[in-house]
């Protein structure tokens, strides 16, 4: 299922996986890395794709 999800962040080495509605997937370990990719994770909007076919995929939704 898509989404973010964050582990460890107060007893352990902070782990957060992004998994895109896409299917593309992304690990980060470390506090500098989490906050990396939390910023830049969207949840609902994919940055893997052209926007053509971001455009395309909500108008047949629609």
């Known amino acids: 299922m898509p989404g ?3 582990r460890g962040l107060l ?6 996986d992004w ?6 997937h992304e690990r980060a370990r470390g ?3 989490v906050i990396e990719l939390t910023t830049r ?3 609902g909007t994919c940055p893997h ?3 053509a ?3 395309t995929e ?5």
């Open 49 to 51: 794709r052209a926007p």
């Open 19 to 24: 998994l895109c509605r896409c299917g593309h």
């Open 4 to 6: 973010l999800q964050i």
């Open 41 to 43: 994770a969207r949840l």
């Open 31 to 33: 506090h500098e890395a």
């Open 58 to 62: 909500t108008r047949t939704a629609a």
């Open 11 to 16: 007893d352990r080495v902070p782990v957060a």
């Open 53 to 55: 076919a971001a455009e």
